[in-house]
């Protein structure tokens, strides 16, 4: 079956630190895969999205960066966070109708 | 413009009740298009595709205006476990990602 694994569930970082989210994918191959950021009562922002090993697209010029080292892994990554940065963020990948996503992670910066 | 606008709401309707959720978008060369539901502190999850000719699916009817930019959705019969945040869901520019909107809001009671 397909499957996405998205990890941590919950985190706090102090303004500064780096940060590192993984997401990984099952049972596919090759997929489009997705990084989405909701803040606080805003819409789902796209970050990055990337169509194969190597690909990164960004959408919003930031303080994140995204890698995508293996086929069914999609790393989000920040070298020093700021405050701005906490939010809901969200992997997800393509499949035939609309996306799939992962369970997401809680960003709060401090 | 932004490109996918929805009522925020909140809709509070009673059990029984028939709920519509209106959401307009601005690429007029938009092809796919989606319903996704998102409960609190949880990752969205798709609803249901909208298709050009209309579809149902149980309780809930999506239907698109591709003239009008206009995409609709009818929950008939609310119960209490509809209620949630409701994205409409257009494709954007690359024809890769997804364009969502902030989400109406809907709160159904006893």
Known sequence: ????????????????????????????????????????????????????????????????????????????????????????????????????????????VV | RKEVEQDPGPFNVPEGATVAFNCTYSNSASQSFFWYRQDCRKEPKLLMSVYSSGNEDGRFTAQLNRASQYISLLIRDSKLSDSATYLCVVNGDSGYALNFGKGTSLLVTP
């Open chain 1, 1 to 108: 079956s397909q499957t996405i694994h998205q990890w941590p569930a919950t985190l706090v970082q102090p303004v500064g630190s780096p940060l590192s989210l993984e997401c990984t994918v099952e049972g596919t191959s090759n997929p489009n895969l997705y990084w989405y950021r909701q803040a606080a009562g805003r819409g789902l922002q796209l970050l990055f999205y990337s169509v194969g090993i190597g690909q990164i697209s960004s959408e919003v010029p930031q303080n994140l960066s995204a890698s995508r080292p293996q086929d069914r892994q999609f790393i989000l990554s920040s070298k020093k966070l700021l405050l701005s940065d906490s939010g809901f963020y969200l992997c997800a990948w393509s499949v035939r109708e609309g996306y799939t996503f992962g369970s997401g992670t809680r960003l709060t």
